[in-house]
């Protein structure tokens, strides 16, 4: 290939455009590799082999330009595909959060630290390209050659359940003890009366989830409702049996998975005898920061291409969600589309002027990693005996809404929509018709979430140590499938159908300090946990649901009462 000059390398030097080529391809293939190797997602699959084409195109395009930009501009261009590359391997969130962990330093400073880190690398790395001008591509070239290589070979990760690990704490010699617990959070679960029984099976589905769980003795709680809304409060301040009225006080608020500060639940289950074995997402960590009794800990992958890997989709739909995924790793992304967003396309609507939504990705995959975690959890039941506890949180019916009635995936991915219609603008987070198109497709997730937790009935069913079992099944919130967000600012506009949709939650328990059937009682699950192991349950005033204002850390409350009425009656 015919060589073209470039000031890069100084008036007597020239930059190849191949090599220019093969050093962009490697730096955005190693990234990418990376991803895919640690996920094992097989690298002979179409969809993968299709990147790999698009990152070569997107390489090609780029050397065309470094061949004939002047000097500044080649070195800004290659400073930025290294900026590029550190995001999408490492990504600058993720180094400044730890890094904050490390020295201590105000959780208040992450974002700043890691813009600070971003642009640090970009002035250090456009320095060392200037000095290395001359013979830049090929230093680069060499280097994503040995990582390109090396992800190749060494690069693999653990699937299914992924990290198992039993902390130091734990004992778990323990012979015998009292009953066997099995205490399941289903996020994302609205309570029995909180269902629109208007729309589409809603009114079948109530019937359903009371007669399926009357039919085996629990006490079916259709009014529960969550104190909270976002899981990160809802979680903590139930597993310390507490109503803070301040935000997210219970995390340490620096980790990347959510890791609560105290859980009371599980010491008080370790003080009475219980080996506690607990199956979580990475959204939220349970089992560090605790002194509790853990026999073992399985952590699943809650956002990971294994999830859809096997599944009967197209590859158009697996490109879709492999780069959503992938893209979404990358600190730069993230505040591109935040930007465009917020400052873009929203005042574009408020003139009236119509501009593409960014929302194509679909990174969410929640509901499908939950399905082996029940398997395994109901093989684990097969084994239990008095003193075992199980501890679950599925991340089911929880949006993306994937599941039909009969447990079918959906292999038109963009119909793989999310809780709101991130497409709009302003105070409202769906349409009227799209409230009612997300709660057709929630309603149908939640028939077969209750299908396919029959393994772990069925365990319950043929194990006879599990005869007086404790069994508590629930929400951590409503399905929030809001019209309008349920923060301070909205607190004008918030209607009862908001605050059913955002605080109404599932909660059925068996346990001897239930009265099995239906009860109709407006309760907040802190109180009914609280009264299964006769534990205090939270003080306040009066029953509230709290609002948060997303910017400052005190809530606001609301009267129960006021806010919930009779749900939807």
């Excluded at 000059?5 to 020239?14: C, F, M, Q, V």
């Excluded at 293939?29 to 996920?39: D, G």
């Excluded at 500060?261 to 349970?286: C, H, I, K, P, W």
């Excluded at 149908?444 to 069994?471: G, I, M, R, S, W």
């Amino acid at each position: 290939m015919t060589a073209v000059t470039a000031p890069l390398g100084g008036t007597s030097r020239t930059i190849r455009p191949f090599g220019a080529f093969v050093a962009i391809f490697l730096m955005g293939l190693t990234p990418f590799l990376s991803f895919a190797r640690f996920h094992d997602y097989p690298v002979d699959r179409p969809e993968i082999l299709i990147s790999l084409v698009i990152i070569a195109a997107a390489s090609a395009v780029v050397a065309l330009v470094l061949a004939i930009a002047p000097a500044i501009l080649q070195a800004a261009i290659l400073a930025i595909a290294l900026i590029l590359f550190i995001d999408l391997q490492f990504g600058f969130t993720a180094m400044s959060r730890e890094l904050v962990a490390v020295t201590h330093m105000p959780v208040a400073i992450t974002k700043p630290l890691a813009m600070a880190i971003m642009t640090g690398a970009f002035g250090s790395a456009l320095v060392a390209i200037w000095l290395l001008r001359a013979n830049v591509v090929t230093v680069l070239a060499t280097i994503f050659v040995v990582m390109a290589s090396s992800t190749f070979i060494f690069g693999h990760g653990a699937v299914g359940l992924g990290d198992a690990r039993s902390p130091t704490t734990g004992n778990g010699d323990v012979a015998a003890g009292p009953p066997p617990l099995v205490h399941i959070i289903l996020d994302e679960h609205i309570g029995v009366e909180g269902i629109p029984s208007d729309i589409g099976d809603g009114a079948e589905l109530r019937l359903h989830l009371r007669d399926l769980y009357e039919a085996r003795g629990f006490s079916v709680f259709g009014r529960a409702y969550s104190m909270y809304f976002d899981t990160e409060n809802a979680l903590p301040n139930l597993l310390n049996f507490t109503a803070h009225d301040t935000d997210r006080s219970l995390l340490d608020g620096i980790t990347a998975t959510r890791r609560m500060t105290r859980n009371a639940y599980f010491d008080l289950l370790a003080e009475r005898g219980y080996r506690l074995r607990v199956y979580q997402s990475d959204f939220m960590d349970f089992c560090s920061g605790n002194d509790a009794m853990i026999e073992s800990c399985h952590t699943y992958r809650s956002t990971s291409p294994a999830a859809f890997r096997d599944l009967d989709v197209p590859v158009t739909g697996k490109l879709r969600l492999l780069w959503s995924m992938y893209l979404e790793r990358a600190s730069t992304y993230v505040a591109l589309r935040r930007g465009y967003r917020g400052l873009v396309h929203s005042r574009a609507q408020a003139f009236g002027i119509a501009l593409p939504a960014w929302n194509w990705e679909r990174s969410r995959v929640g509901p499908l990693p939950t399905v082996p975690v029940i398997d395994a959890l109901a093989a684990d039941l097969g084994q239990a005996a008095a003193g075992s506890a199980f501890f679950v949180h599925l991340l089911s019916p929880h949006y993306p809404y994937v599941f039909d009635r009969a447990c079918q995936v959906n292999p038109r991915v963009d119909q793989w929509i999310y809780a709101t219609d991130e497409s709009l603008a302003g105070p409202r987070l769906n349409s009227d018709a799209g409230w009612r198109l997300r709660y057709e497709l929630y309603i149908d997730q939640t028939f077969c979430l209750h299908e396919q937790l029959a393994p772990v009935f069925d365990a319950l069913a043929n194990n006879a140590a599990l005869k007086d079992a404790v069994v508590v099944i629930q929400g951590d919130h409503g399905s929030r499938i809001n019209v309008h967000d349920p923060i301070t600012g909205n607190v004008d506009r918030l209607t009862r159908d908001d605050f059913i949709d955002g605080f109404s939650t599932f909660f059925v328990g068996r346990s001897e300090r239930l009265v099995p059937g239906y009860h109709e009682q407006l309760v907040p699950v802190q109180d009914l946990l609280a009264r299964i192991w006769d534990h205090t349950p939270p003080s306040v005033a009066e029953p509230t649901v709290f609002l948060t204002d997303r910017v400052t850390g005190p809530l606001h409350p609301v009267p129960a009462a006021e806010a919930l009425g009779a749900m939807r009656d």
